[in-house]
């Protein structure tokens, strides 16, 4: 796996990540730190990282037992060291929210697999960051 950053020549901060498949990633800063905001700080691109891999887990997980999520949301939240926004994360915590005939039992299965087992970011991060999930059900849409 590679990954190339490149700055755009007419911004400060605002950096462009391009994968071997040339998909594109925005990262810039805010304002006070000199950015302009046309991308993700780089801490909210990890908490994308390990939110989608996580869920990218779950819902192959369901699917598998003949229960896709007819939609699927995952708030994800990271607590810095001290509550600064410079250091590392110590706590992330992900909400995830099922929509549709999902047996939640199950659904917290995959949470706890896709977190302890499988994701692949969330095995990066620990045992040094506390990563805690919840799950919710919501019937419709």
Known sequence: MKIVVERYADSRLHFVAKN???IEAHL????????????MKPMELLLSAIASCS????????EKQNMPPDAFTITCEGTQK?????????????EYILHGEVDEKRAQIAAKLS????????????????ITYTVKKVHGR
């Open 55 to 62: 869920a990218m887990d779950l819902y192959v997980m369901l």
């Open 28 to 39: 810039d800063a805010d304002a006070q730190a000199g950015g302009e905001k046309k991308g």
């Open 20 to 22: 071997e498949d040339n």
């Open 82 to 94: 001290d509550n600064k926004e410079i250091g590392p994360f110590t706590d992330i915590h992900l």
């Open 115 to 130: 977190i302890e087992k499988y994701c692949s970011v969330a095995a990066t991060l620990s045992p040094d960051v506390n």
